[in-house]
């Protein structure tokens, strides 16, 4: 079922994942991306104030914005384009071997003063440790397509 503008009601909740984060990975994207050595290296992440190797926070979002693309809310039927995000906030670390899950809230929509044919849905993401624990949450604007329009 496609989803509209009218099917994201604030306090609808969509979950997610689970993904796997693997130490290969880890070090793939801080090479590429993040190449601090806690990132990259074992020993060097001991050392640190982490106490371990972990994952860059962008991987993470990364991971976080994966997870959504293989959600409902991927059936979003203008696709998930992203406006705005605001509090961006690492929580703790992800380490090697976490198993990752979210929840995406949808917390308010307005429609478009411009555009009728569209609304901006406001969404709260939230990324979970396979302990349950709050790794990484942000607030995002979304571009929804209106229904029949």
């Keep these: 079922m496609t989803l509209y503008f009218e099917d994201l009601k604030p306090g609808r909740v969509f979950k997610a994942g689970p ?6 990975a880890v070090r793939d994207f801080a090479q590429q991306y993040d190449p601090q050595a806690f990132h990259l290296d074992e020993a060097a992440g ?15 979002a990364a991971y976080t914005m ?7 809310l991927a059936r979003i039927a203008n696709g998930l384009v992203g406006l705005q995000v605001d509090k961006l906030m690492w929580h703790q670390p992800v380490k090697p071997g976490d198993v ?3 929840e995406f809230d949808v917390m308010g929509r307005k429609h478009s003063r411009s555009k009728p044919d569209f609304g901006v ?4 993401w939230r990324t979970f440790n396979q302990q349950g624990d709050l790794v990484m949450s942000l607030e995002c604007a ?5 229904r029949g329009q």
Excluded: C, K, Y
């Excluded at 979304?142 to 209106?146: F, G, L, M, P």
């Design 66 to 72: 994966r997870m959504m693309a293989d959600s409902e």
């Design 100 to 102: 990752l899950t979210a």
């Design 142 to 146: 979304i571009w929804v397509a209106v």
């Design 46 to 60: 001991i050392a640190s104030v982490f106490g371990s190797q972990v994952a860059s926070g962008w991987q993470t």
């Design 121 to 124: 849905v406001q969404l709260a």
């Design 19 to 24: 993904i796997a984060v693997e130490p290969a």
